[in-house]
T-cell receptor
Framework: EDQVTQSPEALRLQEGESSSLNCSYTVSGLRGLFWYRQDPGKGPEFLFTLYSAGEEKEKERLKATLTKKESFLHITAPKPEDSATYLCAVQAILGGRDDKIIFGKGTRLHILP | KAGVTQTPRYLIKTRGQQVTLSCSPISGHRSVSWYQQTPGQGLQFLFEYFSETQRNKGNFPGRFSGRQFSNSRSEMNVSTLELGDSALYLC???????????FGSGTRLTVV
């Protein structure tokens, strides 16, 4: 069964304390893996798309990496404004033109000043 | 440029009624997808439209339907509402399928 699992569910860090969020996935075929950030009361905000194992993307203090079974979102020297829920989503190939988009439950990140 | 616009922002409906939600994508975006978000299930994919054609569909009953117009605007309809349909419904648009999506702020639907 296709599934996406994010860990940890919640993470509290001190400002400046670097860490990584994990997204592991099991799909028959991967078209793309997406990372989003969601603030309370708002829709998710797109961060990165990764398409193949070995690919890396960076944006400010965030860096996303992809292997054949998981993706990591590394946060370097985070600031309080990085506090949010981080969502991972996988676009799985079903066959033909059909795809399935599966979201993980997210990691709630809280950065303490 | 304007983002993804969803209307209405809040909606209260009675069980058994039907509801239509609207989504205006970013200008030029041809892919529109819909999601349901609840505290228990998280974000779940409903369906995606590209150039007025439904391309992908999640595991939701037939009571959930949608359509896309020639100007890429999209509507989602839920018939015979159930209490469990209470959720935040999010719309997202993208230039192409498989690219990163820009989400709207959602429509908060409460079924009583």
């Amino acid at each position: 069964e296709d599934q996406v699992t994010q860990s940890p569910e919640a993470l509290r860090l001190q400002e400046g304390e670097s860490s990584s969020l994990n997204c592991s996935y099991t799909v028959s075929g991967l078209r793309g893996l997406f990372w989003y950030r969601q603030d309370p009361g708002k829709g998710p905000e797109f961060l990165f798309t990764l398409y193949s194992a070995g690919e890396e993307k960076e944006k400010e203090r965030l860096k996303a990496t992809l292997t054949k079974k998981e993706s990591f979102l590394h946060i370097t020297a985070p600031k309080p404004e990085d506090s949010a829920t981080y969502l991972c989503a996988v676009q799985a190939i079903l066959g033909g033109r059909d795809d399935k988009i599966i979201f993980g439950k997210g990691t709630r990140l809280h950065i303490l000043p | 440029k304007a983002g993804v616009t969803q209307t209405p922002r809040y909606l209260i409906k009675t069980r058994g009624q039907q509801v239509t939600l609207s989504c205006s994508p970013i200008s030029g975006h041809r892919s529109v997808s819909w999601y349901q978000q609840t505290p228990g299930q998280g974000l779940q994919f409903l369906f995606e439209y590209f150039s007025e054609t439904q391309r992908n569909k999640g595991n939701f009953p037939g009571r959930f339907s949608g359509r896309q117009f020639s100007n890429s605007r999209s509507e989602m309809n839920v018939s015979t509402l159930e209490l469990g349909d209470s959720a935040l419904y999010l719309c997202a648009s993208s230039l192409y399928q498989g690219r990163g999506y820009t989400f709207g702020s959602g429509t908060r639907l409460t079924v009583v």
